[in-house]
Nanobody, 123 residues
């Protein structure tokens, strides 16, 4: 069983930065692709960023490309999402998820999910 716990969310002004963390339990952390998703009120959950098993490859949604950076530290069983130049439209609950398909952008392609962390960007 894999468990994921997100942290690092909060309230930030537009243009500011936050770094989210996703702590993953389990001895096989490096066998999973990890993705970040977000869900704003009244909207569907959307893909944000993903990273390969050993961190050598990453992929992003167009809306965050160039502003967000996903990384992982397999020694610490942790994945990070560095978010810069935040905009009010980035406001959402952010979730990390683990799966087996590199390049996956749909939520159904991920098997394990965290509980989410709220990010609020004020204008």
């Amino acid at each position: 069983q894999v468990q994921l716990v997100e942290s690092g969310g909060g309230l930030v002004q537009a243009g500011g930065s936050l770094r989210l963390s996703c702590a993953v339990s389990g001895r096989t952390f490096s066998s999973y692709v990890v993705g970040w998703f977000r869900q704003a009120p009244g909207k569907e959950r959307e893909f944000v960023a993903g990273i390969s098993r050993y961190g050598g490859s990453t992929y992003y949604a167009d809306s965050v490309q160039g502003r967000f950076t996903i990384s992982r530290d397999n020694a610490k069983n942790t994945v990070y999402l560095q978010m810069n130049s935040l905009k009010p439209e980035d406001t959402a609950v952010y979730y990390c998820a683990a799966g087996n398909v590199y390049g996956a952008r749909r939520a159904v392609q991920y098997d394990y999910w965290g509980q989410g962390t709220q990010v609020t960007v004020s204008s």
